[in-house]
């Protein structure tokens, strides 16, 4: 099946710092979601890009599909930022999402 | 209600116990799935449905595991004879089809004793 990478595993900020993070994806996707998964459990959608890019606030979101990447930039982060943040994707042959390790995210005041 | 919606949010059993646990999708999504997270792990996929069918059932780790869905909304999934490995956070998601935005519940976590 399709393989989902996702660095750094781990990021420290300090408040108002910018950041990238990866989503590397092994075969062809009809999918791709980026969550936040807040301290309580609950996954928040933050963008739906199978390709292109998109902004929304603080945070925009890169998919070059032809070179199976995707990239989440958050910007003058906050402490409420922090949590995991994992990128999933639905292959052409799938339907079911496959996620990837997560990058787990602390922001400090 | 606007979201999904899962019930219980909790649920603690002892060894040997069968359990079912709810899902609710958003109104008109024609698609719902299952998923797990273990502790400290990231998300597995357990089965899909499209409306009351189950094309997908890959994910199902044993013969314990069974799900159904009613009516092209609730559905339900069954744990037989729970083990200690049950142990985790089982989330429902559901999408307006197969390939869209797919959309979570709060989830149930589970605790086999």
């Known amino acids: 099946g399709i393989q989902v990478e996702q660095s750094p595993p781990d990021l420290i900020l300090q408040e108002g710092a910018n950041s990238t993070l990866r989503c590397n994806f092994s075969?062809?996707?009809?999918?791709l979601q980026w969550f936040h998964q807040n301290p309580w459990g609950q996954l928040i959608n933050l963008f739906y890009?199978?390709?292109g890019t998109k902004q929304n606030g603080r945070l925009s979101a890169t998919t070059v599909a032809t070179e199976r990447y995707s990239l989440l930039y958050i910007s003058s982060s906050q402490t409420t930022d922090s949590g995991v943040y994992f990128c999933a994707v639905v292959d052409n042959a799938g339907n079911m999402l496959t996620f990837g390790g997560g990058t787990r995210l602390m922001v400090k005041p | 209600g606007a979201g999904v919606s899962q019930s219980p949010s909790n649920k603690v059993t002892e060894k040997g116990k069968d359990v079912e646990l709810r899902c609710d999708p958003i109104s008109g999504h024609t698609a719902l799935y299952w998923y797990r997270q273990s502790l400290g792990q990231g998300l597995e996929f357990l089965i899909y449905f499209q409306g009351n069918s189950a094309p997908d059932k890959s994910g199902l780790p044993s013969d314990r595991f069974s799900a159904e869905r009613t009516g092209g909304s609730v559905s339900t999934l069954t744990i037989q004879r729970t083990q200690q490995e049950d142990s985790a956070v089982y989330l429902c998601a559901s999408s307006l089809g197969q390939w869209g935005e797919q959309f979570f519940g709060p989830g149930t976590r589970l605790t086999v004793l």
């Open positions: 890009i199978p390709s």
């Open positions: 075969d062809s996707v009809n999918n």
